[in-house]
C-alpha cells in the first residue's frame, strides 16, 4: 500500500529530503499505544520503536513522536524511529509537571465532539477551542448524542458563535455526508472530546464497521473508564485520514495568551470600542466587553487567560532545568572524555 494513502504529498517529500539522513525511509505514524508505535511504510503496515538517540535529546515529551507524525526510520524488522519530520501542526495539552504531551500532529481538521446527553458543557467547549488554536488547526464543533437530548438545536445555537458546528447522531444519521463534507481528500483530521461522547461510535459510522470498540458510559463509572486506550489513524471512504484517541479528563491549555485571544475573537472585537486600549475587561469605566458579553464568557475567558499565563512561566522553568540537565550531561560526557585521555 501506498504512502500516498496516508497523507503522502510533495510537500512532505520535501520536508523529508530537507532533514532526514541517507538510507532512512519515509513513515508515518499510525498507532500509539503504551509507547510502542505502528506506522505506515510504502510496503505496509510495521512495528517500531524509538532510537535511543532520539529518546534521549528530547527535552520535552513533544519532542517525541505521535500519532500523525512523519517520521525518518531504518529498514529494519522493528524499524527504528531516528527523527521526526518538521510539523505542520501539534495537538498537545498542558500536563502537571509543566511539559506537554502531544496528542496528534499534522492534523488538518479537528472535530471537537460532545455529547448531548448530559455531557455538554460550553466552557469546555471554548477550552478545546483555545488547544485548537494553539495547534494552528480549524476546529469544528461536532454535537453528537442529537437523538436523546430534549433541545438539540438550543445546544446548537449556544455554540454556533463560536466555530462551525454540527448537530449529529452516531447511531442514526449519515455521518460520512455529515462530518466528510469538511474534510478534503488528503487532509487529517482528528477526534477530541471526553471520554464517552462517542468519538469511536463515529469512526465506526464513518468506516460502516466495527474497528473500534465502545462502551455505554454508565452512571456510576462514568469518570473511571476509557474505552479507548490508545491512539490511532484510520483511512476513510473518500480517500481521508482519521485520528482516535482516548477521552481527554484534564484539559489543559498551554502558555500561549494569544491563543486564548484568537479563541474568543469576539471579545478583541469588543475591545476595540473599550475606553482605555488597555483596558483588562475587569472593572475599568467604558468597558465595551463588560457591558456587551454575556458575564459567564468573560468570566472563561479570564479564567483561561490567568491559567495561560501560569502555564507560561511554568514552561519557562521546565524549559530552563531541561536546558540545564542538557549543559550537565554535555560536561559529563567532556569530563568523561578527558578523564580518558590522562
Ligand atoms: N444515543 C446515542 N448514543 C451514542 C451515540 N454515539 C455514541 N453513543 C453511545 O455512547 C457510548 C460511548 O461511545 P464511544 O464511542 O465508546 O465513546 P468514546 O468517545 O469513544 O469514549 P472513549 O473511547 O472512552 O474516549 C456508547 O454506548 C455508544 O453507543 C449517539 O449518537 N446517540
Ligand atoms: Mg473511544
Ligand atoms: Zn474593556
Known sequence: MSLLNWGWTSFWAERFQASAPTGLLPARIVGVSRGEFALE??????????????????????????????????????????????????????????????????????????GLDGDFNIRRVERYLVLAREAGVDPIIVLNKRDVCADPAAALQAVASLAPAVLVSALQDDIPALLGRFVEQGQTAALLGSSGVGKSTLVNALLGN????????????????????????????????????????????????????????????????????NCTHSGEPDCAVTANLHPRRLES?????????????????????????????????????VDKRT
Request: proline share 3%; net charge neutral.
Open 301 to 337: 475567558y479570564h479564567k483561561l487567560q490567568r491559567e495561560a499565563a501560569y502555564q507560561h512561566r511554568k514552561e519557562d522553568a521546565t524549559a530552563a532545568r531541561a536546558q540545564k540537565e542538557k549543559w550537565k550531561a554535555i560536561h559529563r560526557a567532556h569530563n568523561k572524555h
Open 41 to 114: 511504510i510504502e510496503t505496509g503496515r510495521t512495528r517500531a520503536e524509538l532510537s535511543g538517540r532520539l529518546e534521549y535529546a528530547a527535552a520535552s515529551a513533544v519532542e517525541l513522536p505521535a500519532v500523525g507524525d512523519w517520521v525518518a526510520v531504518t529498514p529494519t524488522d522493528p524499524a527504528l524511529i531516528v527523527a521526526i519530520v518538521e510539523r505542520r501542526s501539534l495537538f498537545a495539552r498542558a500536563i502537571e509537571n509543566g511539559d506537554r504531551q502531544p496528542l496528534a500532529a499534522n492534523v488538518d481538521i479537528a472535530f471537537l465532539v460532545c
Open 210 to 277: 466495527t474497528v473500534q470498540e465502545t462502551f455505554a458510559v454508565r452512571e456510576d463509572d462514568a469518570r473511571g473508564r476509557h474505552t479507548t486506550t490508545s491512539r490511532a489513524l484510520f483511512r476513510m471512504p473518500g480517500d481521508w485520514l482519521l485520528v482516535d484517541m482516548p477521552g481527554l479528563r484534564a484539559v489543559g491549555i498551554g502558555g500561549s495568551s494569544t491563543a486564548v485571544d484568537d479563541a474568543f475573537e469576539d471579545i478583541t472585537e469588543l475591545a476595540t470600542q473599550c475606553r482605555f486600549h
